[in-house]
């Protein structure tokens, strides 16, 4: 059972046009929301993250939304660069008091930038 | 370089073949993870480990085996290889401070192929 899910598996744009990624959860006890980045041949990098408590982060270029009543969050990313081209990765974890850095991650959706 | 690195990048096998990934952190974080990706399943959390001689399984933990003797080092064992485990293999660590919940330093990868 997918907990984290990631329903699109690619993504073109155009550069200098936005990108939305989106992901979709069905845990409500998840309070904890990241992206990773991956480039081909390289392990995930991590990108941004958000807390349950919030409902907008940005980092430059890079912003989070999270609808906790939808489960869902999505990326924007604004302007698009071919250098964005990777695959995404959606996370989240459950932690309160366990605090284990344990992540359970979505499928992964491949964004291509065209120039 | 400081970093988390993994053995060997590449590797072919034939079924039933015990396979070794090997996996050496060069700070000395407590907790570390071995992820497989997959196509259409993203990345899944094998086993973790808490500390050394503190492990746990993951999502997906049959057929494999860790251990966890010395804190930088973290190998995962297949102990009689089979053709679903094909997969890359991915190691992680984790900085644990507070306020980071996730945000997980990865290794390069292992790209494993059972014949």
């Known amino acids: 059972d997918q907990q984290v899910k990631q329903n699109s598996p690619s993504l073109s744009v155009q550069e200098g046009r936005i990108s939305i990624l989106n992901c979709d959860y069905t845990?409500?006890?998840?309070?904890?929301f990241l992206w990773y980045k991956k480039y081909p041949a390289e392990g995930p990098t991590f990108l941004i993250s958000i807390s349950s408590i919030k409902d907008k982060n940005e980092d430059g270029r890079f912003t989070v939304f999270l609808n906790k009543s939808a489960k869902h969050l999505s990326l924007h990313i604004v302007p698009s660069q071919p250098g964005d081209s990777a695959v995404y990765f959606c996370?989240?974890?459950?932690?309160?008091?366990?605090?284990?850095?344990?992540?359970?991650f979505g499928q992964g959706t491949t964004l291509q930038v065209k120039p | 370089d400081a970093g988390i690195t993994q053995s060997p990048r590449y590797k072919i096998t034939e079924t039933g073949r015990q396979v070794t990934l090997m996996c050496h952190q060069t700070w000395s974080h407590s907790y570390m993870f071995w992820y497989r990706q997959d196509l259409g399943h993203g990345l899944r959390l094998i086993y973790y480990?808490?500390?050394?001689?503190?492990?746990d399984k993951g999502e997906v933990p049959d057929g494999y085996v860790v251990s966890r003797s010395k804190t930088e080092n973290f190998p995962l064992t297949l102990e009689s290889a089979t053709r679903s485990q094909t997969s890359v293999y991915f190691c992680a660590c984790w900085p644990w401070t507070p306020g980071n919940t996730g945000e997980l330093f990865f290794g390069e990868g292992s790209r494993l192929t059972v014949l």
């Open positions: 996370a989240a974890s459950r932690d309160g008091s366990s605090n284990t850095g344990k992540l359970i």
């Open positions: 845990n409500s006890m998840f309070d904890y």
């Open positions: 480990s808490a500390a050394a001689d503190i492990t």
